[in-house]
């Protein structure tokens, strides 16, 4: 069963820009005005890809988790790859040392008001670029026919920038409002297709709902239930590249509900696992496309955060298909609670 266009519009939700009436506000679908790509045409995708902003808490009920550690947040992932024992059971980091932040002055004619960071849409398309370059470059089977946007002479912030805005155009983002999940599985669908390569895609979470009305690519895998710390596991372990979109929620203490206010792409990039936490606890390596990682130390380009099973009170009502909350800078900070949402697995392959 297919809906029409304006109904499943209706239904989308965003990664970037604020849900401004939860689920069921109607959206327009305008595209934006992005800088002219002379390389590329805007895809004829249906409707945006679902960009949710984060949504606030105020005072969200207790949590409750498994025994966690305390001694992880210092101890560094391994960068090439491999897997190692130590603080954790299993680490696994695949993460490059480029910078691709949303909110760079250079990027200011995208922003909703070109005098305020805090506007910009970019979290798509930055994470995207980010993935790609990983992807490319990466040691084990790189995609490296991958169509780089930014060849040379191009370099450092420059090379970003441009490759920022090429997914800008070719996922075709809404300046305003962000990006929605279906327009951003089908930008990547078409972009492995472009460049030779066989698209393997798998939708895990919330958002996979939309395979059920036929808007993701022919042979997406669309696994409608919670996104959890295994999904992330099993894809790092096999190199593939992860997005995932988290919803910032707000706590309606009079309906003792989770309301979503807005969403964000970010980039992960690998994990530390330990044994005892079983499936319900994970320290998550990502990229955030919010942060500017270039005040950092050289090569720490990426942060760590916890995605912890989710204990609500009793007779709290949770978002459809969402038990997992992440922790960390810019993700539990009053009076938002963040969940992830869903994830954008994905890879290529030599048909």
Known sequence: MKLPLLAMLTLSTFGCGTNKAKFTDKRSGEQPEVA????LKPLPVPGPITEMPP????????????ASSTDVDGEPLVTDGTVVKGVYDEKIDHSIKSLYYQSSPGLKDLFVDPENSATSMLCWPSALAYQAEAMRTRAAAPLSKLVDPSAAPLTGAEAAHADIRHFATRC????????????????IDEYLKASGYKPEMAVVGLDAQWGVFGMFPTGTKSERRTATPDDVRAATRNGRGIIALVGFYAFDTTKARFERVKGHFVSMTGFGHRDVWGSDELTLEIVNPGTDYAPNPVGRNSERVKMKRFSPDPGVVMPENVAFSLQGPGFDTAPYTSFVESLIIFDGTTP
Request: hydrophobic fraction near 30%.
């Open 36 to 39: 002219a790509d002379t390389q």
């Open 55 to 66: 949504a606030p808490s105020a005072n969200p009920p207790a949590e409750t988790a498994p």
């Open 172 to 187: 075709r983002v809404d300046l305003k409002a962000g990006t929605t999940v279906p327009q951003g599985v089908s930008c």
